[in-house]
């Protein structure tokens, strides 16, 4: 406290107002005292308060702000300051961006099917991110107000920045078609035939290799985008353009001579041309363009031929007239596939006359169908044939002669099926049984067909009128046109003749009856036939199985919301050229717009079909070649929200299958097994599983439907089916010399049935009934799948349908998987807990009954550990053939990775991680000495 005295003196007065100014003044000048004040902003306070002062170093004192009456422009100096800390803001945000963009390069990688270098197109993509970033950033000062110190440079490098992405986007365009068209102009063939686009291409890749040189010595990714060093992207973009037209237009005429090049990918495509010159190399493109060849056998010399052909069904079928294959490859294949169908035209014209001279009371042993110079699809027409011709005379024979004939085609009927049981079990090989199968699987339902008719209805009716009679399908064989027609009411269609392989014979039922009546009087009205349900009722299937009754090749196309009109229209041209027919599977999940374009593209065709062309317009302004033979089919989900156009749905005619008839299916799989209780049996599963649908817990894995019924019934069929060891397992079972066991099932379905003597079709041998067998097959594949509340539900609801069954006996699992098992246990250190080790074995189970197996369970149940147990276990005993292991994790990629894409730029398709995986591990070679895990 100062004395009262001092107060009162001017020192004081005068010390104490310079001190009070002081402390107005400090705040003020802190304010000025920031790094972001510039000299700009300096002259800008000199103009707000009217004086002048020197910024030297050496003449700038603080008496100069003071003497500058701050206080009164108060307000605009703290704009000022705020202004230029914004500004400052905006300059570090500028700077960094300039920084981050002066020194990022481009990253190279080696081309994988050639010389020279390609850009990374992953890092590359990052790089355009990071463009789009930087632009974005930059946006944003430009619309800041403060941004007037630093416009120029911020427009300069927003506008390097959008040049670089536009370069960058161009250059991978170019990079594209380059890397497309590179190969294919390099050598080969196909650069012998076009030799002015190879001189054109020489050019383009020389000056891209001068792009890929400089760009490598570049030090910035800006800096070489932005220079005149990539002027010449657009020409090249242009030429390249120019070299693809010309090579679609080659490709267009290759596909012209042999259409069904158009069902595979313009890559594909490329790759069979580019090895014309090695035939032998193309056995694994020929599925892709064969339903049932595998393979070709070339003969060795100068003048190669093509003498027979590998199939599926492990028997190679000898050509009636041999193919030279020393010209052009669509050429020999367009000639393979017509020798093909004189082949099987001449083996079925064979069987024919076999079955002609047969009198109605003749014996017909199992070996008139089957044999090794008949394919498999030939035994089931020669059933069709047979049946049709005793059917037919059975209900033409006159009043009196009635109940003889009938008698006589019911006895001709049972014997067939009688001798065909018979010999399955002398069958040792799974191509062997699956032949038998089939016929059974036929046979049972002709024989069901011919049980249902009227036979006294002739009386009134005729044959031709008889509705029950013309609702079915029908085959005959006419000798004054040396053809097979197939015949379904009023409609009648020619036999194709195509060679389509062994495939698992469709139990057919009257859905599936209804479903071919209406197709034959979609194709004879020349329209599209759809059928309409949700999935696992049998559309695509059924579809199928016409076609192979009818001997074309079906060709499905799995529709999605990415397939485009240009990819419907070449389906098209491909179908209507090769007489083909195409089945769209999923039809109304294409988008609206493209099902527009697809209703034009569909009525041209049914126009010129109606009008009897050769050769008719397509929409795109092209004259395309028509084979009446084509047909177009589709099957549709009602669960899908997409609804066709009216202009669409007045092209198809519609079946709806909705319920399949699951107990014929039982039935008639049973009896062809070899099931004397098929009826009983049949009855009882379908309603064990309708129990187990409505009594269970709902869970998402849980399916009691069509495909879980399937899956049981070939279990019981084809488990096991094919070992090497069947024989020598039989003598060791037998070791005594007494009564050897029929064989094709052994070891594996050891570990179904839980017992080493059963077989499918020998019930004297075997310790277990009937109801037996099929109710441990039943426990053994869904016991696995059931959550613990439902086991004991599942058992009760066995034990209810199947009181005599031992239902709560727990299922054996195969001795020597839980034996490998525990050893693995062992030498892995690991605690072989019972209730583990069953679920290991019943993996080892299911994995052998399906396709693919869901573990299902909580964090820390011991799910993956368990199936690096088995598949080490599995390999290490050498139970199976060495197991591969190969682990994805969809999570770190996009659906479009995993599964595949269409490319917007090229329409062309880019193959997917797991499609990659699944074509490797489904490879032919490695299949017969890899079992691959897909995980």
Request: aromatic letters at 8%; glycine letters at 6%; charged letters at 20%.
């Amino acid at each position: 406290k100062c004395l009262p005295i001092l107060t009162s003196t001017k020192a004081y007065c005068q010390v104490r107002d310079i001190i009070v100014n002081m402390q107005h003044y400090l705040p003020l000048l802190r304010l000025l005292h920031q790094p972001c004040i510039h000299p700009r902003h300096w002259h800008k306070l000199m103009h707000i308060c009217g004086h002048q002062w020197s910024l030297a170093p050496e003449s700038f004192r603080i008496r100069n702000l003071l003497s500058a009456n701050l206080l009164q422009v108060r307000e605009g100096l703290e704009e000022l300051v705020l202004c230029a800390t914004k500004e400052s803001n905006i300059e570090n945000c500028l700077n960094r961006v300039t920084e981050q963009w002066k020194t990022r390069k481009l990253e190279f990688s080696k081309h994988p099917k050639g010389n020279g270098f390609i850009l990374k197109v992953d890092d590359t993509l990052t790089v355009k991110d990071a463009l789009e970033e930087g632009q974005i950033q930059l946006a944003s000062l430009l619309s800041s107000r403060h941004i007037d110190a630093f416009k120029e440079e911020a427009e300069h490098w927003m506008m390097q920045l959008a040049v670089t992405s536009e370069t960058l986007t161009s250059w991978l365009e170019v990079q594209g078609a380059w890397m497309h068209i590179e190969a294919v102009f390099s050598g080969g063939l196909i650069a012998k035939q076009m030799p002015h686009e190879v001189r054109r291409f020489a050019m383009i890749d020389q000056q891209w290799s001068k792009i890929i040189t400089r760009a490598k010595a570049s030090p910035s990714v800006v800096q070489f985008c932005s220079g005149n060093d990539l002027a010449v992207l657009p020409s090249l973009a242009e030429q390249l353009s120019e070299c693809q037209r010309r090579l679609c237009v080659y490709l267009e005429e290759k596909r012209g001579i042999f259409p069904r090049l158009y069902f595979v990918s313009e890559g594909v495509l490329l790759e069979i041309l580019a090895q014309a010159s090695q035939p032998t190399c193309l056995g694994s493109y020929l599925p892709s363009i064969f339903s049932g060849i595998t393979g070709i056998v070339v003969t060795e010399g100068d003048d190669p031929q093509i003498t027979k052909v590998e199939t599926a069904e492990g028997r190679p079928l000898h050509l009636k007239n041999p193919v030279c294959c020393g010209g052009n490859v669509e050429e020999w294949l367009n000639d393979l596939r017509k020798a093909m169908q004189q082949t099987v035209h001449e083996s079925l014209r064979n069987a024919a006359l076999e079955l002609s001279v047969l009198h109605p009371t003749d014996k017909v042993d199992a070996s008139l169908f089957v044999s090794d110079e008949k394919p498999s699809q030939i035994s089931v027409l020669m059933l069709y044939l047979l049946w049709t011709t005793d059917v037919s005379a059975a209900l033409s024979a006159p009043r009196g002669e009635q109940r003889r004939s009938a008698n006589d085609c019911t006895k001709r009927l049972r014997e067939i099926m009688t001798s065909l049981l018979e010999n399955k079990k002398l069958s040792i090989t799974r191509q062997g049984l699956l032949s038998y199968d089939s016929l059974l699987v036929c046979l049972v339902y002709l024989t069901d067909l011919w049980t249902s008719l009227n036979i006294p209805r002739v009386a009134r009716d005729s044959i031709y009128t008889l509705w029950d009679w013309i609702r079915l399908v029908r085959v005959h064989w006419k000798s004054d046109g040396n053809t097979c027609v197939i015949q379904n009411v009023d409609a009648e269609l020619q036999y194709g003749f195509e060679y389509l392989g062994h495939k698992e014979q469709l139990v057919a039922t009257p859905l599936t009856d209804r479903c071919y009546m209406t197709m034959f009087q979609a194709i004879t009205l020349h329209l599209a036939g759809a059928a309409v349900g949700p999935a696992g009722t049998g559309k695509t299937e059924t579809i199928k199985e016409l076609g192979r009754i009818c001997g074309h090749l079906v060709v499905v196309f799995n529709c999605s919301d990415i397939m485009d009109s240009s990819g419907t229209a070449t389906m098209f041209r491909g179908l209507v050229q090769s007489g083909d027919w195409g089945c769209f599977d999923e039809f109304n999940r294409i988008r609206s717009s493209v099902l527009s374009v697809l209703a034009s593209q569909l009525t041209a065709i049914f126009n010129g079909l109606k009008k009897r062309l050769s050769e008719f317009m397509f929409t795109d302004g092209r004259s395309c070649k028509l084979n009446s033979a084509v047909a177009t089919f589709a099957t549709l989900n009602p669960t899908d929200t997409q609804l066709l156009p009216q202009n669409l749905k007045m092209l198809f005619r519609t079946v709806a299958m909705t319920i399949p008839d699951s107990r014929i299916i039982i039935k008639t799989k049973l009896a062809a097994i070899g099931f004397r209780e098929a009826s009983t049996l049949a009855r009882k599963f379908d309603v064990l599983y309708k129990l187990a649908s409505w009594q269970l817990s709902h869970r998402l894995h849980y399916d009691f439907g069509l495909r879980s019924i399937l899956s049981v019934l070939r279990t019981l069929a084809f488990v096991g089916v094919g070992c090497k060891d069947n024989q020598q397992e039989a003598k060791e079972s037998n070791p005594a010399g007494g009564p050897t066991p029929p064989q094709g099932l052994t070891r594996r379905t050891r570990s179904f049935l839980g017992s080493p003597n059963f077989t499918s079709g020998d019930q004297q041998q075997s310790s277990q009934s009937e109801e037996n067998v099929l109710v441990t097959v039943l426990m053994n594949i869904n016991l696995p799948r059931l959550a613990q509340e439902d086991t004991v539900s599942f058992k009760s609801l066995v034990q209810l349908v199947f009181p005599t069954s031992n239902a709560n006996k727990q299922p054996r699992e195969a001795s020597s998987v839980c034996k490998a098992l525990e050893e693995r246990c062992q030498q892995m250190k690991l605690s072989s807990v019972d209730s583990w080790m069953r679920k290991a074995a019943q993996l080892y189970t299911t994995k052998i009954a399906r396709h693919g197996v869901l573990l299902a369970g909580p964090a820390g149940s011991g799910k993956t550990k368990l199936l690096e147990v088995l598949i080490s276990a599995l390999t290490h005993s050498k139970i199976e053939a060495r197991n591969r292991e190969v682990r994805l994790n969809p999570r770190t990629v996009t659906s479009g990775q995993m599964f595949g894409s269409l490319n917007p730029v090229t329409n062309e398709w880019n193959k997917g991680i797991f499609s990659t995986i699944w074509k490797y591990a489904n490879n032919q070679k490695l299949l017969k000495t890899h079992v691959t895990w897909i995980v």
